[in-house]
């Protein structure tokens, strides 16, 4: 069983918020963060194709340090920051 929980968030405090505002879609799909190291998080995303958001528009993130293609699921680009 699956379950999916929506929540709308507007904090700019917190990652990925900004990115989402500037998306048509205004939308990003977090699927999974976890802690690397006790200061790196580290986040798997999914956006819309028609958003076309590249890893340097994710890199140019201030809570961003470093993206990486995934592939693709459910007909979303997945990426890791």
């Known amino acids: 069983m699956t379950l999916t929980t929506e929540f709308v968030i ?8 900004r990115l989402a ?13 976890f802690c690397h190291e006790e200061n790196a998080r ?6 819309e194709p028609s958003d076309d958001v590249s890893g340097d528009d994710l ?9 990486g293609p995934l592939g693709r699921a ?3 680009d997945v990426r890791i920051a």
């Open 10 to 17: 507007r904090s700019p405090s917190l990652p990925f918020v």
């Open 21 to 33: 505002e500037s998306l048509p879609s205004n939308r990003v799909e977090c699927v999974h963060g």
């Open 42 to 47: 580290v986040f798997v995303v999914s956006l």
């Open 59 to 67: 890199s140019a993130l201030d809570e961003v340090g470093e993206t």
């Open 74 to 76: 459910s007909g979303k």
